[in-house]
């Protein structure tokens, strides 16, 4: 069974950046895909982006092309978000979840608990 | 730009049934997108509830199910009950390693 551990809340300042973490137990991390969703107050869920911890590929959503950086440290089994440049509009809770594949069929089956970020002068 | 639908609020009474669906504002959704949906109750992480179209997660009861109707995906719950009231998020692929969640239906049992 999968499960993914995040760190706790932060809060920062607007144009500064945050880094989470999300360590994963269970499994074999190799074989992971990891994604990031998050989730504004009252709002709904968005993708953010994935990586392929074992190739080091990343794709982002858009949005946050040149923004986020998503990274993993396979000895540590821990996959990393981080954020720059960031806005009021980035407080949000963050979501780590892996993605399971079956030839192309993919979604996203386990899931960490988020991780409140706060950006607030 | 990529927009996925979804009824921002939808309501069933206790016993009844419920399809929510889950759409593109432009083309047809299908199997190729390999819909997936999730339930989210206030301050959780989201649960999976159906896969690939159509593939229940383990332990999820199978009152829940999903289908492609006409050129949406949908998730029907049949015999809805009290803790089913929370919010319910398709995903679409959009391929080249991109996802696009949907708005989320708020959906209220009373």
């Known amino acids: 069974q999968v499960q993914l551990v995040q760190s706790g809340a932060e809060v920062k300042k607007p144009g500064s950046s945050v880094k989470v973490s999300c360590k994963a137990s269970?499994?074999?991390?190799?074989?992971?895909?990891i994604t990031w969703v998050r989730q504004a107050p009252g709002q709904g869920l968005e993708w953010m982006g994935r990586?392929?911890?074992?190739?080091?590929?990343?794709n982002y959503a858009r949005k946050f092309q040149g923004r986020v950086t998503i990274t993993a440290d396979k000895s540590t089994t821990t996959a990393y978000m981080e954020l720059s440049s960031l806005r009021s509009e980035d407080t949000a809770v963050y979501f780590c979840?892996?993605?399971?594949?079956?030839?192309?069929?993919?979604?996203?089956?386990?899931w960490g608990q988020g991780t409140l970020v706060t950006v607030s002068s | 730009q990529t927009v996925v639908t979804q009824e921002p609020s939808f309501s069933v009474s206790p016993g009844g049934t419920v399809t929510l669906t889950c759409g593109l504002n432009?083309?047809?959704?299908?199997?190729?997108?390999?819909p997936s949906w999730y339930q989210q109750t206030p301050g959780q992480a989201p649960r999976t509830l159906i896969y690939?179209?159509?593939t229940r997660s383990s332990g999820v009861p199978d009152r829940f199910s999903g289908s492609i109707l006409g050129n949406k995906a949908a998730l029907t719950i049949t015999g809805a009950q009290a803790d089913d009231e929370c919010d319910y998020y398709c995903?679409?692929?959009?391929?080249?390693?991109?996802?696009?969640f949907g708005g989320g239906t708020k959906l209220t049992v009373l």
């Open positions: 979840a892996r993605i399971y594949c079956s030839g192309n069929a993919c979604h996203f089956d386990s």
């Open positions: 269970g499994g074999t991390f190799n074989t992971y895909t």
């Open positions: 990586i392929i911890p074992i190739l080091d590929i990343t």
């Open positions: 432009s083309g047809s959704v299908s199997t190729s997108h390999y």
């Open positions: 690939n179209t159509n």
């Open positions: 995903v679409l692929y959009m391929g080249s390693a991109i996802w696009v």
